[in-house]
């Protein structure tokens, strides 16, 4: 009687253990292939200029990726004293999906950025699914996710501040926030 709670937690702990190594097969049988198929089929059937990246070198830790890839920026650095400029490199962005340590697939958007220009914003988590969970419809969401979310990053306008994040500065803003008071 006095090890009941115990034992709950016990058999709660076997349990979620055990669905680990049901999650990980169930990457490594069903999942990756079905990512993986589901990314390029998108990627043709749309035409748009990306790939699909696996890494693997860690094993019940891989990460199934659709890349917009990198590319010079249009940005460069002119050296002092010369001519030569220092173009400034743009990754495009990425679709992640990534096997966590429990078997679980973690689906993120990493954002485009320019090294070199500010900080990269951080990647944005959609969601954490069971293996099983995920489907055909869903992976199609989180493309569309992405790519909205990636038009949005392109055609940042200041227009719209609070959208990106951003606060107000300046003599309107201040007045602005007194006046809500």
Known sequence: MEYANIKSKVAKYNEILENTRTYRKQWHSDVKKLINSTLEKIIKQSNLNAYVEVKDEIENLEVIGMSLGTEISGIAEKLPGNKIKRPFIKSNGSLIFQELFNGKIMIMIMYPYIEGYGQPKP????????????????????????????IEWEDFDDDVPEKMGMNPIGFGAVRDRELDD
Request: aromatic share 10%; net charge negative; glycine share 0%.
């Open 123 to 150: 990647p944005k988590t959609l969601e954490i699914l069971r293996p099983h969970e995920l489907k055909v419809p869903f992976i199609i969401r989180y493309v569309e996710e992405f790519l909205q979310e990636i």
